[in-house]
């Protein structure tokens, strides 16, 4: 089960991601942490798996995923599309 994150902050969706451990949906894009591996997963609405990032850190991990939402609020698409 995901938290419909459209209303929350970029900020705040890191933290449900990357503290939290709760999965997110933005604008239709699952968004998932992979703690144990340092990957964050998305799908896109088209059933397209991806990732944002594969990296250890923790900033550049948060910068990935505060870059991928900024993109994806402004209408850019991830993946595969018809």
């Known amino acids: 089960m995901s938290i419909d994150a459209d209303n929350m902050s970029e900020e705040e969706i890191w933290k449900m991601l990357a503290v939290d451990g709760e999965s997110v949906d933005v604008e239709g894009y699952f968004i998932c942490f992979d703690e144990h591996d340092g990957i964050v997963w ?34 850019r ?5 018809p």
Do not use: M, Q, W
Not at 77 to 81: A, E, L, Q, V
């Open 42 to 75: 998305y799908t896109n609405c088209y059933g397209v798996d991806g990732a944002i990032t594969n990296t250890e850190s923790r900033d550049e991990a948060k910068k990935a995923v505060l870059s991928f939402i900024k993109n994806v609020r402004a209408g």
């Open 77 to 81: 698409d991830y993946g595969p599309i």
